[in-house]
Nanobody
Framework: QVQLVESGGGLVQPGGSLTLSCRAS????????MGWYRQAPGKQREWVAV???????NYADSVKGRFTISRDNAKNMVYLQMNTLKPEDTAVYYC?????????WGQGTQVTVSS
């Protein structure tokens, strides 16, 4: 069974950048769509971005133009490049398949945007 482990979070000032990584313990090649999700304190988890096996991407309106999702099937990795970060981007970020599957939620990685 595939396990997904997120990393790369941290504390960053508004306007800064971070790159998140998601490492899959098994092959994600056969999984058509991978996604990043986030959950802010007191809010429900929300979808952020998705990437299909062939490279098609889609983004939530709140991050469009600032975030870039990508995947490397050979390395079983999914990435989220986040630029021009805002305080409202503060959340725990998770990767999962899309649509998400409960058994694959990991610990996530905390992103805090604050001056």
């Amino acid at each position: 069974q595939v396990q997904l482990v997120e990393s790369g979070g941290g504390l960053v000032q508004p306007g800064g950048s971070l790159t998140l990584s998601c490492r899959a313990s098994g092959s994600i090649f056969s999984r058509n769509v991978m996604g990043w999700y986030r959950q802010a304190p007191g809010k429900q988890r929300e979808w952020v971005a998705v990437v299909a096996r062939g490279g098609f991407t889609n983004y939530a309106d709140s991050v469009k133009g600032r975030f870039t999702i990508s995947r490397d099937n050979a390395k079983n990795m999914v990435y989220l490049q986040m630029n021009t970060l805002k305080p409202e981007d503060t959340a725990v970020y998770y990767c999962n398949f899309h649509p998400p599957s409960r058994p694959y939620w990991g610990q996530g990685t905390q992103v805090t945007v604050s001056s």
